[in-house]
């Protein structure tokens, strides 16, 4: 079998770890507007391509020959990026936090013959299949989602770690978050209703409410039928 010609835009810190392990097993491209991004991806002899995201028919013409595009973008042009995509008439997984609403796509998507598969990250996206999974062999009376980017070593005064773009992360703690209760869509204010966890072997952490409501039940959210 002929290996899948994959591109995979953007090589933050998650988007080169995409690539990385898809190059295990595909013809991976990564592409960036930042060469410096792109060079240790090179050394690891995967193709590499300087990308200015914004310029459209350059995304395009970089992705005519491939049979799946992954989306790895900041949230601002995740979107857009994504419009793009469909309207070239490939298939795409994305995990870029854009706050426009995926279904806005899903006209497109159909009459390109396409799919796309958005908040396909940890949460969203795992947590949606976790949910799923349990939802479909048992009876979910409610559903709680807790994310957080722990790093090896903790330090003060944040003890966090950052793992995508950092202007996501603003977006996490700025944005209305919404979240599914007695079935219905609650917005709550950004970092509202905290409380304190306990993990055995981590300690105790802090937990709020955050965005990520558009193609599911995403993180820290409350689901109950």
């Known amino acids: 079998m002929s290996k899948k010609k994959i591109i995979v835009l953007g090589a933050g810190l998650v988007g080169s770890v995409i690539a990385r392990d898809l190059h295990i097993s595909h013809e991976v491209t990564a592409a960036d507007a930042s060469t410096d991004a792109l060079a240790p991806l090179a050394k690891l002899g995967m193709n590499t391509m300087k990308l200015n995201f914004d310029d459209e028919s350059e995304l395009l013409n ?18 857009r990026t994504a419009e793009r995509v469909i309207r070239a008439g490939k298939n795409m997984v994305d995990i870029s ?39 479909a062999n048992a009876k979910v009376k409610r559903y709680e989602c807790l994310v957080g980017g722990l790093p090896v070593i903790r330090q003060w005064p944040w003890e966090y770690k950052a793992v995508f773009s950092p202007v996501d992360v603003i977006e996490e703690y700025t944005r209305p978050a919404r979240y599914v209760m007695g079935g219905q869509v609650v917005v709550r204010e950004a970092l509202s209703e905290a409380e304190l966890i306990e993990f055995p072997g981590v300690g105790t952490l802090e937990s709020w409410n955050s965005d990520g409501l558009r193609s599911s039940f995403t993180p820290c959210l409350t689901y109950q039928t």
């Open 62 to 79: 970089a992705i005519q020959h491939v049979d799946l595009v992954i989306g790895a973008v900041p949230g601002f042009m995740g979107y």
């Open 97 to 135: 936090f854009f706050p426009e609403d995926a279904f806005g796509l899903d006209a497109l998507a159909k009459e390109m013959g396409v799919t796309i598969v958005t908040d396909c990250g940890v949460a969203p996206g795992m947590g949606n299949i976790i949910l799923g999974y349990h939802d």
